[in-house]
């Protein structure tokens, strides 16, 4: 399995790892519910320097990222990003990434670990022929930390970076920290107040080390991808290979609103088009239970007293909730707030009920 520069750290603190997408990664070092509440009212550290970074550069990268992305990258000023997906032909999304506009001609797409090589290929492939920009896949020198909670702000700024205090959400800071130069931006998949840092490969444990020396008295600590996940699902944000995939669209999966049909032609947009104008077959729905359970990726969706019209494809108990929530895909009509069905789970028939996501919605997002 490959390992992350930060693999010493995580054995020092002692991690549970797994192997994540052929990686050596920490599901936990606490436990997935403590590190869970830690980013919700404190903050957690996390290395997500198994996901993929991938420069785009040059007069032509414009417009060759309008044509293999759904979101409007024009509309991108310098240190801004934006959420995007890739799709295939038939409009299956082949990923979802972040777009991050760093340099007037160059952009970092962040991508999924697991999808990594096959996105490289396929952005190679699609500029066959094509000149004015380099593609360069720079995932193993650069690495990548979340800083997510409350707290993040603060221990940013007690590290020296005063000028965090202005970054707006998808916003970035090109700064440095413990005397790294340091690219950091106001994204993360938890939603809470947070940060992820792109930095040199080489000086990621020491300021991994860093971080959480100066967090400590805030109630910083390491996070590892089970409470990642928790956190990400109460937001109802995708994950890919379970929510989305291939075989599904943008479209299907609810997030419409990454693609700009205003701007022009781009892979898949002919399908998506005519599903935004009423051809579909399937929706997300986002539930939560009515009786106290968890439902589990793979599990039915049943109506009529047993019929299968779905399958959860992401579920858990929500700790602050303190209810069984999930997503899953159904037919369009039972997607709708308020639609009713049932989860089998384990032989039982759970009623549930359609909830506009996301799950948890926190007071001040600005704050």
């Not at 390491?222 to 928790?230: F, Q």
């Not at 929706?283 to 106290?292: D, I």
Request: proline share 4%; glycine share 12%.
């Amino acid at each position: 399995m490959k390992r992350t520069p930060l693999y010493e750290g995580h054995v020092a603190a002692g991690a549970k790892l797994v192997d994540f997408a052929g990686w050596e990664m920490p599901i936990q070092y606490s436990g997935v519910v403590d590190e869970y509440q830690t980013v919700r009212t404190a903050a957690g550290l996390f290395d997500v320097s198994h996901m993929g970074r991938v420069l785009v550069s040059g007069p032509g990268a414009l417009p060759f990222l309008q044509g293999v992305t759904t979101n409007d990258v024009a509309k991108l000023a310098v240190l801004e990003s934006h959420y995007s997906m890739v799709c295939n032909q038939q409009g299956g999304i082949l990923d979802d990434i972040f777009v991050y506009r760093i340099k007037p001609q160059e952009y970092y797409l962040c991508v999924n670990a697991s999808n990594r090589e096959k996105i490289v290929a396929w952005l190679k492939k699609q500029a066959t022929g094509a000149s004015g920009f380099t593609i360069a896949d720079r995932s193993a020198e650069v690495a990548q930390l979340a800083l997510q909670g409350p707290a993040s702000r603060a221990i940013l700024n007690n590290l020296g970076v005063k000028a965090i205090d202005a970054v707006k959400p998808r916003h970035c800071l090109e700064a440095s920290l413990c005397g790294a130069d340091v690219l950091i931006t106001r994204t993360g998949y938890t939603g809470e107040l947070g940060y992820e840092l792109y930095l040199a490969a080489d000086r990621a444990l020491s300021i991994w080390n860093e971080l959480l020396r100066a967090g400590k008295s805030a109630g910083l600590k390491p996070a590892g991808l089970g409470s990642r996940d928790l956190l990400r699902l109460e937001m109802a944000y995708l994950l890919y290979g379970n929510d989305i995939s291939e075989d599904i669209s943008p479209i299907e999966a609810g997030a419409g609103w990454v693609v700009n049909f205003e701007k022009g032609d781009f892979i898949g947009r002919a399908v998506l088009a005519k599903q935004k104008d009423g051809g579909l077959t399937r929706r997300l729905a986002a539930f939560e239970l009515l009786q106290k359970a968890v439902p589990r990726h793979g599990f039915k969706i049943l109506v009529d007293g047993g019929k299968e019209v779905g399958e959860v494809t992401s579920g858990n108990l929500s700790p602050i909730l303190q209810k069984g929530i999930g997503l899953g895909y159904v037919p369009p009509a039972l997607a709708s707030v308020g639609s009713s069905f049932t989860i089998d789970i384990r032989g039982r028939a759970v009623p549930a009920v359609v909830v506009k996501p996301p799950f948890y919605k926190r007071k001040n997002r600005d704050g």
